[in-house]
């Protein structure tokens, strides 16, 4: 009687998940990134002040220019497949929730799920339109839906300025957030610590900080102002600066784990990567400080 052939033993199926690979940073670069970021938010931060002077116009044009600078930045920055699709869609979001919050003349941001909802059929389109080369589907779509939320969100603060005093709101807003980032991006660049992340040079000092400045910066706001009072502005600032360093941490874990492309160094990430830190913690701590905003401006 022939001997029967052996059986391989069945593979184990506990397989182990993949480890996200997390680029190390040297301390000088990572010092300079942290003091370009500064500058920059500190540059959006103080024009998007300004232009809320000008009332509803001049918020509708600065949060217009933010949005502009994101979509390039964020694409870019993260090196995420389908970036030509990205970008359109969006522009086209930030364009869209724009044009329905102007148009519709209200404080309430329910316009906006309208956005949102033709923005899913219009990303998978995307996808198939990509054909043959569609690798990474899943990773390209999670990267444009964030982008598309982080334009509606921005958006927020167009439907902010509509409210009783808007203006003065907005500027709090964006200037406790803005003054959050600055020194938080500061904090890190001299004392990263300690680590929220051992591969990301950011430190839980900074979060700290910039929620006491930005609590600062929205309360000297609130001076004088008919619907804000210091105490509320510094509530708001408090929490708009928290919300966006946080959100500049997951950043710096985004474009750690940005996979350089092959045979090709890309001049301008640094740039792309300062403007995201600011560009994309704005637009996602918005829709935070605007609901923030209306509490306590009752």
């Known amino acids: 009687m022939a001997a029967r052939p052996a059986v391989p033993a069945e593979p184990s199926r506990d397989v182990a998940p993949a480890e996200v690979r997390v680029a190390s940073v040297e301390p000088a670069a990572a010092r300079r ?13 103080t024009g998007l002040a300004v232009a809320t002077a000008y009332g509803r116009g001049g918020v509708l044009v600065g949060i217009a220019a933010v949005q502009a600078l994101l979509v ?3 694409v870019l920055g993260t090196r995420r497949p ?23 003349d209200r404080t309430s941001l329910a316009v906006l799920l309208g956005v949102l909802a033709l923005a899913i059929p219009a990303m998978l ?11 990474a589907a899943t990773e390209s779509l999670a990267g444009v839906a964030l982008l598309v939320t982080a334009e ?4 927020s603060c167009i439907a902010l300025a509509r409210a009783t005093d808007g203006a ?11 003054a959050g980032l600055v020194v938080a991006r500061l904090v890190d660049a001299a004392v990263p610590a300690p680590r929220i ?5 950011h430190g839980l000092l900074g979060v700290v900080a910039a929620t006491a400045a930005g609590a600062g910066a929205s309360a000297a706001v609130g001076i004088g102002a008919t619907q804000l ?9 408090a929490i708009a600066a928290a919300v966006a360093t946080l959100v500049a941490v997951g950043v710096g874990f985004m474009v750690a784990t940005a996979e350089p492309e092959p045979g090709r160094r890309d001049r301008l990430s640094p740039a792309y990567h300062a403007c995201l830190g600011v560009a994309l913690p704005l637009a996602l701590a918005a829709p935070v400080g605007y609901l923030v905003a209306l509490s306590v401006a009752g």
């Open 152 to 155: 509606a969100g921005l958006a």
């Open 229 to 237: 009072t210091p105490a509320g502005g510094a509530l708001l600032g």
């Open 82 to 104: 389908g970036r030509l699709g990205a970008m359109l869609l969006g522009l086209a979001a930030a364009a869209a929730a724009d044009t329905v919050l102007v148009v519709r």
């Open 125 to 135: 389109l995307h996808q198939l339109a990509r054909g043959v080369v569609r690798v």
């Open 197 to 201: 992340a051992d591969d990301v040079p």
């Open 72 to 74: 390039p930045a964020y």
């Open 33 to 45: 990134l942290h003091l370009r970021t500064a500058a920059v938010a500190a540059v959006l931060s």
């Open 168 to 178: 003065r709101l907005v500027a709090a807003l964006v200037l406790g957030a803005g």
